[in-house]
């Protein structure tokens, strides 16, 4: 198979998965929009407010430039690291509510909080570190026909993967600190015993999920060709 069509099908494959995505991510934000109204809009504006809305509106409003960007025949360098830095500023966001949630479950203990605060930084760090580090783009034999591809930056695969590594090391972190308060907690109150259950449920349905795609992430980092390298990124944003 010659190289045109190599890159032609790496092309279409990182379109059908930008698509995906996009899809899956519209969907889900229609799907609890009534959830949204009902807890969030009739309450008093705070930081665990401010986070989920910066959270949610981030992602509902971040997602729509990397689709024309991945879509249309654009050729500026500016403007093709964006969704790089995005999926580094959603995780940052969803990293502190995780925190939150977890220094409230532990009735504010400062040991938990410093702990998670300090992968939470070598994380953002090595995440920051490989985008800055990309390397100098290669034009490819598919100009003509997608012209933002040979725009796209570089990475070093290996970097990649200790980015998701470590990303993946946070949430098995939070996810076992709150089995563990789950499964050493005492409390009996009807109220407070639905409220642990329905965390760990979701718990370990975010933390299955999520750790599949990771695991896809550090593969693909690894082993696939550059222009594969990210192909499932925004399904770790989803």
């Not at 309450?43 to 689709?67: C, D, E, H, S």
């Not at 690291?81 to 509510?97: A, D, E, K, N, R």
């Not at 479950?105 to 920051?128: C, E, F, P």
């Amino acid at each position: 198979m010659s190289d045109l069509a190599v890159a032609v099908i790496q092309r279409q494959s990182v379109y059908y998965y930008t698509l995906a995505s996009f899809v899956i991510c519209y969907y889900d934000y229609f799907l609890t929009l009534d959830d949204e109204i009902r807890y969030f809009w009739r309450r008093k504006f705070g930081l665990t407010a401010f986070l989920f809305f910066l959270n949610r509106y981030t992602q509902f409003l971040g997602t729509i430039p990397v689709v024309i960007l991945t879509f249309a025949r654009l050729s500026d360098k500016g403007f093709q690291p964006y969704h790089h830095y995005f999926v580094v500023f959603t995780l940052i966001v969803g990293s502190l509510i995780l925190i939150l949630r977890t220094y409230a479950l532990y009735g504010g203990s400062r040991k938990v909080l410093y702990t998670l605060a300090m992968l939470w930084v070598i994380a953002v760090g090595i995440g920051i570190w490989t985008i800055m580090s990309r390397s100098t783009v290669v034009k490819s034999p598919v100009d003509v026909l997608f012209p933002n591809v040979c725009l796209e930056p570089s990475y070093n695969g290996q970097r990649l993967a200790l980015t998701w590594i470590v990303v993946f090391t946070f949430d098995s972190v939070v996810f076992g600190l709150t089995m563990f308060k789950v499964m050493t907690s005492s409390t009996t109150v009807n109220g407070r015993s639905r409220l642990l259950t329905r965390i760990v449920r979701d718990g370990a349905a975010y933390y299955v999920i999520l750790g599949v795609v990771y695991l896809s992430n550090i593969i693909t980092s690894l082993v696939a060709p550059p222009a594969l390298q990210d192909i499932s990124v925004w399904f770790a944003n989803v």
